[in-house]
Structure formats: structure tokens, C-alpha cells
């Protein structure tokens, strides 16, 4: 049985780097406390630089731009809910005690997570000209006590970033490929560097986990997969902001909901299916459930 996945297909990324352009993204959403310098050190790690200046939001109209302000605010919502998410997920992995890399690599996508939502929150700002913060809240992922620890935390990072993270870098390359704004683009291309990263953690851990736990692991990951394509499917499948996806706001991030549900089809059959049958783990219906019919659903 090959235990290699297919994480080749997620392209190939460059170190985080030091962006030595940064400048703070929502200054108004600090404490205005000394952490706030070692906040900046922090977010300063990203690959791109943001050109903020060169928006065009300018040249859209008033319905453009609030249906492009409702988008990123929802995009800021999910990235500042992934915090949470992540953490939950690090203290799966720590109660399965999972290798060190895993884990600070883990933590390191939530300190990633609030720099997209920063990022999300200031592209929100330019379309509308309001300093809006995402709503409270916390991540519920699933939780099954009777289960051994090593299998919770596999089925968790299946869900989180197996399927969720690997899905997001189909949908921001896609989205990224049409969108022709500078600061939208580079804010989807450093987003996009990240998601890679976070989609590759778990398809690591999933062939560590099978390499210390053999067809337990296996069989709990065939158990887990359909539930974690749903989870993602609801997301592609929810409701979106009222107004029009014209030409004009595509160059500026975003495409349409038909549009989204190709992509997770073509993910599951050309990425995901491949990735989870070279670890061995069975896939299921998954292929005749996200097929042609779902992909093209009204």
C-alpha cells in the first residue's frame, strides 16, 4: 500500500517570509496595549506584499461594491471562526500527542487565520467605508469521547484540513485567476500561500497517523470522510449576499455559486479521491455524491 498522498496537486509554495512593507491592516481592531508591536512581528510573516493603495474600488458602483463589501465581510466571519477552529484541532492533536512539527505548525495556522481575517476586514472597509468586525464565536468540531485520542484527532484534521483546506486552495486559485485588482488579487494570493500550508498539515499527520496506527486509523478516516465532504458541500451550497456578480466585481474576487460547486466536484474527483485512495483509505460514494448532478444542481 503506497502511504504517499497526493499533495503534489496543491503546487508548490515559498517559505513564509518577512514582508518589510507591512503596515498595520486594522489598526482600530488592537487593544492599544504594548502587544501590539509584537502583534505587527507576527503578522509581518505573510508572502506578499499588499498594495493597498492601488484598489480600483473607485471605478464600481454603489450596488458593486456593497455586494463585494457583504463578500469579504462573510470571508473575514469564516477566517476569524478558523481561529478557533484551529485550536480546537491543536488540542486534538496534543491529547493524540502528535509530533511537535504538527503541532506548531497547527498553531501557526491559527496566527495565520487572524491575518486573514485582518486582511478580509480591510478589503470589507474599502468597499463600504465602515470599520466592521466579524461577530463572536467559536468553532463546534466533532467530538466523540469513546473514541481513541489518535483517531478523534485524525477525523478532525480530515475535516479541517484534508477537505476544508484543500478545497479553499482549489477555490482561491480559481478565484484568484479572474480577479484583476491588485489589492484584491495579492490579498487572495497570500491567503492562498497559507491555505497550502494548512492543507498539506493534514495530509501529513494522516499518513504519520496510518504509519503509528495502521487499519484503525484507516477504517476511523473512511468512517470520517463523508462527513467531512458534507461539512464542506454545506459550505459551498449556503446562500450568498444579495446582488449581482457582474463582470466588473468578478476582478475583484469573486465568482459565482455555480462556479464554486464545479470547483469542489473537480476537487473531490481530481484531488481529494486520488489523495485519500493513495493512503489506502476507501472513498465510498464520494465520487457519485459530488459528481456531474450535485455540480450542476440549481
Known amino acids: 500500500m503506497s502511504t504517499e498522498p497526493a499533495i503534489d496537486v496543491l503546487g508548490d509554495i515559498e517559505p513564509q517570509g518577512r514582508d518589510d512593507q507591512y503596515e498595520p491592516t486594522s489598526p482600530w481592531w488592537l487593544s492599544g496595549t504594548p502587544l501590539e508591536s509584537e502583534h505587527h512581528r507576527l503578522m509581518r510573516r505573510r508572502t506578499v506584499h499588499i498594495p493597498w493603495t492601488e484598489t480600483t474600488a473607485e471605478k464600481l458602483t454603489d450596488a458593486e461594491r456593497a455586494r463585494l463589501a457583504a463578500t469579504w465581510m462573510r470571508r473575514s466571519e469564516a477566517e476569524y471562526l478558523a481561529v478557533s477552529t484551529f485550536s480546537v484541532l491543536a488540542i486534538d492533536l496534543v491529547a493524540a500527542r502528535a509530533p511537535a512539527d504538527v503541532l506548531s505548525l497547527c498553531l501557526r495556522a491559527g496566527i495565520d487565520e487572524i491575518r486573514h481575517a485582518e486582511m478580509c476586514i480591510r478589503m470589507a472597509q474599502i468597499y463600504s467605508g465602515k470599520q466592521n468586525l466579524p461577530p463572536p464565536g467559536m468553532s ?4 466523540d469521547p469513546t473514541r481513541p485520542k489518535l483517531h478523534q484527532a485524525l477525523a478532525n484534521t480530515m ?3 484534508c477537505v476544508s483546506e484543500t478545497y479553499a486552495t482549489t477555490v482561491l486559485s480559481a478565484t484568484r485567476d479572474l480577479t484583476t485588482d491588485p489589492t484584491a488579487q ?4 497570500s491567503i492562498y500561500s497559507d491555505e497550502v500550508m494548512h492543507a498539506r498539515l493534514g495530509w501529513s499527520y494522516m499518513r504519520h497517523a496510518i504509519e503509528i496506527g495502521g487499519q484503525g486509523v484507516i477504517d476511523a478516516a ?6 467531512a465532504l458534507r461539512g464542506v458541500a454545506n459550505v459551498v451550497e449556503a446562500e450568498r449576499p444579495v446582488g449581482e456578480v457582474t463582470t466588473a466585481v468578478r476582478t475583484h474576487g469573486l465568482m459565482t455559486p455555480a462556479e464554486e460547486r464545479v470547483i469542489f466536484s473537480t476537487c473531490v474527483r481530481e484531488v481529494l479521491v486520488p489523495g485519500f485512495e493513495a493512503l489506502g483509505i476507501p472513498v465510498g460514494s464520494a465520487l457519485d455524491d459530488y459528481g456531474d448532478t450535485w455540480a450542476h444542481a440549481a
Open 140 to 143: 463546534s468540531l466533532p467530538d
Open 159 to 161: 475535516l479541517v484540513s
Open 186 to 189: 495579492a490579498v487572495l494570493t
Open 222 to 227: 473512511a468512517a470520517m470522510l463523508p462527513r
